[in-house]
């Protein structure tokens, strides 16, 4: 089984402030020693349930934070900027699952560290089907495009609540909890790995599954249900409150309806203007565009496009 990893560096548990995402700098190389145990964790776990292949794109800044001699699984290592899939780049149909590792929350949601949506010298806020999104959601039109399951998404308390109304299926592993844009709760990086490693590997599993043994699983006695789909500290039981079903064990593809619809908030109309250079990209008001299609996958590399082209309007 195929894995493909795209990983982010913001949600990774105890990285707070951008020194730990941006070199040089002794906080740049302690948060690089975080993201490569959160990455090898997730390895680790698929490896463990069965996968014979791992691809590990690094999404973060100029993507090239991690020393591949590193990595876990003999796992490729997709690195380095321009990429035309960006923070997918390596994903196609060969592969059977993805994680999303490292994962933050968007720039117009609620309080998450480092919260961002691609680029925030420019975007301000996205919609994908009229929902608000962040870059988990965004990414996601690759995986329905590859016909591969996100199996996993790691990251704070908001990137889980933002990733749920498309990729409910996947194993959400919460590693920190967010109360500022730089401040969070966060668990000890054991702890976090190994959260990561048992949804990693139930992931695996999961993706395993043949539809056919979906009514036996979910037939199964409670006791033998798979552990709960969100890794996080266990709440007090209600002795009251009937025994939840246990879920099916397949994974779905992510549930984004389609013709799917962006929406995409800017900083100043001349970004505007700007991004409606890009095919399949419309100027819809002062500082919106919208990009809409039957395809997710050039939904995307219009999306990609636009984020590439704009920064000629802030200076870049």
């Not at 964790?41 to 020393?67: F, Q, R």
């Not at 923070?87 to 609620?110: C, K, N, P, R, W």
């Not at 395993?208 to 798979?226: D, G, K, L």
């Not at 008001?285 to 995307?300: A, H, K, M, Q, Y």
Request: hydrophobic share 45%; glycine share 8%; net charge negative.
């Amino acid at each position: 089984m195929k894995i493909f990893i795209s990983f982010d560096m913001e949600g990774v548990a105890g990285i707070v402030d951008w020194s730990q995402c941006l070199g040089p700098g002794q906080a740049y190389e302690e948060g690089r020693r975080l993201l490569l145990g959160e990455v090898n964790a997730a390895i680790d776990g698929a490896l463990e349930a069965g996968a014979t292949e791992i691809v590990c794109n690094d999404s973060h800044g100029t993507m090239n934070n991690l020393d591949p001699s590193e990595l876990h699984g003999r796992a490729t290592y997709v690195s380095g900027r321009h990429k035309p899939l960006y923070m997918m780049q390596g994903l196609d149909a060969t592969a059977d699952l993805v994680f999303m590792v490292g994962y933050h929350g968007s720039i117009s949601g609620e309080s998450s560290v480092l919260s961002h949506t691609y680029n925030p010298s420019v975007i301000s806020h996205v919609e994908l089907n009229g929902v608000r999104v962040g870059e988990s959601g965004i990414n996601a039109l690759v995986a329905l495009a590859c016909q591969a399951p996100v199996g996993l998404i790691t990251g704070d308390q908001r990137t889980i609540e933002e990733a749920d109304p498309f990729m409910a299926d996947a194993e959400l592993v919460v590693v920190k909890e967010s109360f500022t844009r730089f401040g969070a709760a966060n668990l000890h990086p054991e702890v976090a790995r190994e959260l990561i490693a048992d949804g990693a590997r139930r992931a695996v599993e999961r993706a395993a599954v043949e539809e056919s043994q979906v009514w036996e699983i979910a037939a199964a006695p409670a006791a033998a249900a798979a552990a709960p789909r969100v890794a996080a500290p266990p709440l007090a039981e209600d002795p009251d409150e009937d025994a939840e079903e246990p879920e099916p064990s397949v994974l779905a593809l992510p549930a984004i309806a389609l013709p799917a619809t962006l929406e995409m908030h800017v900083q100043t109309a001349d970004m505007a203007e700007v991004a409606s250079w890009v095919r399949g990209v419309e100027r819809t008001g002062v500082r919106t565009v919208s990009i809409r299609g039957e395809d997710p996958l050039e939904v995307f590399r219009a999306f990609v496009g636009m984020t590439y082209i704009t920064r000629v309007s802030e200076g870049r």
